[in-house]
């Protein structure tokens, strides 16, 4: 499984950025495919979730109503759309991909294998 994260940036704060997560290597069907952000000198933390084919998705409070996920099957990739965006979005964000992974689970880093490199939002205010 290889994942491809892209579409960071530099962005002024109450901005917009679309973050992808380009998947390949086998078939997902079954895989879950998350968002985790890493602020310098933090944690990483859960962003956001989705499983590839169900409506399923685990979106964390912090960004619930200014993030949404989503996917294109067809294309093998998975969006973060981020709005409203603050200094404290700030971080390198990481996809990550794993299967079979329970819905109490989708927000723990350690329940996935498969993680992509990470790419940078910046976000000035």
């Known amino acids: 499984v290889q994942l491809q994260a892209s579409g960071g940036g530099l962005v002024q704060a109450g901005g917009s950025l679309r973050l992808s997560c380009a998947a390949s290597?086998?078939?997902?069907?079954?895989?879950?495919i998350g968002w985790f952000r890493q602020a310098p000198g933090k944690e990483r933390t859960f962003v956001a979730a989705?499983?590839?084919?169900?409506?399923?998705?685990n979106v964390a409070s912090t960004v619930k109503g200014r993030f949404t996920i989503s996917r294109d099957n067809a294309k093998n990739t998975v969006y973060l759309q981020m709005s409203s965006l603050k200094p404290e979005d700030m971080a390198v964000y990481y996809c990550?991909?794993?299967?079979?992974?329970?819905?109490?689970?989708?927000?723990?880093?350690?329940?996935?294998?498969?993680w992509g490199q990470g790419t940078q939002v910046t976000v000035s205010s």
């Open positions: 990550a991909a794993d299967a079979n992974i329970i819905l109490s689970a989708m927000s723990a880093s350690s329940s996935y294998d498969y």
């Open positions: 290597g086998r078939t997902f069907s079954g895989y879950t």
């Open positions: 989705i499983r590839w084919n169900s409506r399923t998705t």
